[in-house]
């Protein structure tokens, strides 16, 4: 079993920043990718980040590249991801979640274990 713990989000105006971070605990081994999907009211599931644990590869859904870095903290089993430039339509519950493999576009495959998920809203 994973335990998947996720911190930050909140409210923030377009252009702002925040940061959210997932700590994983358990069988950490169960998985070999981590990161984030966020889903918006009335939309399915977006991949937003992840990285491959194996070689720190990191991959960017098309909507966040260049605005959004994942960072990972080795030591503690944490992962961040720093949000700049946010804009109206990255309001969404952001959810951490572990996976067999981290493809591109920062889509996890074979999701194993959710967090519970932050709110992320962008508005003025």
């Known amino acids: 079993q994973v335990q998947l713990v996720e911190s930050g989000g909140g409210l923030v105006q377009p252009g702002g920043s925040l940061r959210l971070s997932c700590t994983a605990s358990?069988?950490?081994?169960?998985?070999?990718?981590i990161g984030w999907f966020r889903q918006a009211p009335g939309k399915e599931h977006e991949g937003v980040s992840c990285i491959s644990l194996g070689d720190g590869a990191l991959y960017y859904g098309d909507s966040v590249q260049g605005r959004f870095s994942m960072s990972r903290d080795v030591g503690k089993n944490t992962v961040h991801l720093q949000m700049n430039s946010l804009e109206p339509e990255d309001t969404a519950v952001y959810s951490c979640?572990?996976?067999?493999?981290?493809?591109?576009?920062?889509?996890?495959?074979?999701?194993?274990?959710w967090g519970r998920g932050n709110l992320v809203t962008v508005s003025s």
């Open positions: 358990g069988t950490t081994s169960d998985f070999r990718a």
């Open positions: 979640a572990t996976a067999r493999v981290c493809s591109g576009r920062g889509i996890l495959l074979g999701v194993n274990y």
